[in-house]
């Protein structure tokens, strides 16, 4: 399955030395990324059940023997992935709501945007996570991890939500901002599994007209002339 939003790079994860060229420790923390953005590929092709490490070396011109250096277990290969994935995807949205400005409506509407951003949302990286979360119940690692992201996330919405009916003059009911964060990250999740399904290439300005849409049903003093 070759994903035709594979060339956009991913988000850095961490901050590389510039001016004087890459020393040890960068090369080494470029090899990883090299190695995990190999094992996205392979799982998105394979699936968490067909990844070898093999497949992991091949498709990043290594020998098998560098994916062992930097990994010594398939195991800490797939953790290591997930974190990484886990971190683009935070700096994604967090990005997206310092960049919103202070308006409580536009910082909630660039948060669920950020879902559709191409850094993260591929259909490579949409069948990724899936994977992950096929497996997060039989696995405790990978449950531990989605569920710390989720949490996070969730919580910033509902926080947004909250502001947004308080901004609107109404009283900011906690289980209707739950009810709203709710039916958003829902919103998203059902976006993301049509898109990885959704034959040829992968057309995010449905996703957002139908995030506009939400937006304006559930806040319609807030989102009315979006």
């Known amino acids: 399955m ?22 040890r420790t960068a090369s080494r923390e470029v090899r990883r990324r090299q190695l995990i953005e ?8 394979n699936g968490l059940s067909g ?11 290594l020998a098998t023997g560098m994916v062992n250096f930097h990994f010594v277990s398939k195991a800490q290969l797939l953790d290591a992935t997930l974190d990484y994935l886990s ?11 310092d960049n919103a400005g202070a308006a409580p409506a536009a910082r909630l509407r660039a948060m669920m945007m950020a879902d559709l951003d191409p850094q993260v949302c591929t259909r490579r990286r949409i069948a990724v996570w899936h994977a992950f979360y096929g497996e997060a119940r039989a696995r405790p690692a990978f449950l ?21 009916i308080e901004a609107g003059g109404g009283t ?4 209707a901002a739950e009810r709203a964060a709710s039916g958003l990250s829902a919103l998203t999740d059902g976006i993301w599994l049509g898109l990885l ?5 992968i057309d995010r300005e449905p996703g957002r007209q139908t995030i506009d849409s939400f937006l304006a049903a559930v806040f319609p003093r807030a989102f009315s002339g979006k």
């Not at 994903?3 to 890459?22: H, K, M, Q, T």
């Not at 399904?197 to 290439?201: D, E, K, V």
């Open 2 to 23: 070759r994903d035709e939003d594979e060339d956009v790079a991913p988000l850095p994860i961490s901050s590389e030395r510039s001016g004087r060229g890459l020393d």
């Open 38 to 45: 190999s094992t996205v590929a392979e799982i998105a092709e």
């Open 51 to 61: 990844l070898k490490i093999s497949g992991v070396a091949q498709r990043a011109k």
């Open 87 to 97: 971190e683009e995807y935070r700096l994604c949205w967090r990005h997206a709501i």
């Open 144 to 164: 531990a991890r989605c569920a710390q992201r989720e949490a996070e996330h969730h919580a910033e919405l509902v926080g947004l939500c909250a502001a947004v």
């Open 172 to 175: 900011a009911m906690e289980m």
């Open 197 to 201: 399904f959704s034959p040829g290439r």
